[in-house]
Each structure stands twice: as C-alpha cells, then as structure tokens.
C-alpha cells in the first residue's frame, strides 16, 4: 500500500516521472503549504518497488506490504 503525507508534499514530481507502472499522477488539490501532491490512480498495479518512496527528496511516501490473511 502506499501512503503519501500530504503535508510534507513539495509537488516535486519525481515519483510521477520514476514509477515504472506510471500510476502516480498530480492531483488538484493543494497541500497545507500550498503544493500539489501526487495521487495514486490503480493502487492494484502498485508493484511495492518503493522507486517513489526511494526517490521523494521529502520522504513523504511510505510503501507498506498488505498482510494476508488466510485463517
């Protein structure tokens, strides 16, 4: 799954521009500080690479694995 915190969002891009499924896209809305942040448009094809997470300059977005459960 992956988290973006809004508030530390500069609107940089780089996670758009590095994600090798291309499911961030720059939404609409403002952050707090006046930026427009990513969001995530087929979380389903997110492969958890963390390229985006590796290369946000802010560290605003955290790739968290979904436990299963099969009991």
Same mark, same amino acid.
């Given at each position: 799954? /992956?988290? +973006?915190?809004?508030? /530390? ?6 996670? +758009?521009? *590095?994600? $090798? @499924? @291309? +499911?961030?896209?720059? =939404? ?5 500080? =006046?930026? *427009? *942040? $990513? ?7 997110? +492969? ?8 946000? $300059? ?6 968290? @694995? ?6």
């Amino acid at each position: 799954m /992956l988290n +973006i915190n809004t508030s /530390l969002c500069k609107g940089c891009s780089y996670c +758009i521009k *590095f994600c $090798p @499924k @291309k +499911i961030l896209e720059m =939404g609409t809305e403002r952050n707090n500080h =006046g930026h *427009f *942040f $990513p969001h995530i448009t087929d979380e389903a094809s997110c +492969i958890a690479c963390a390229m985006c997470a590796t290369i946000c $300059p802010e560290g605003a977005i955290e790739i968290t @694995k979904e436990e299963t459960n099969n009991g």
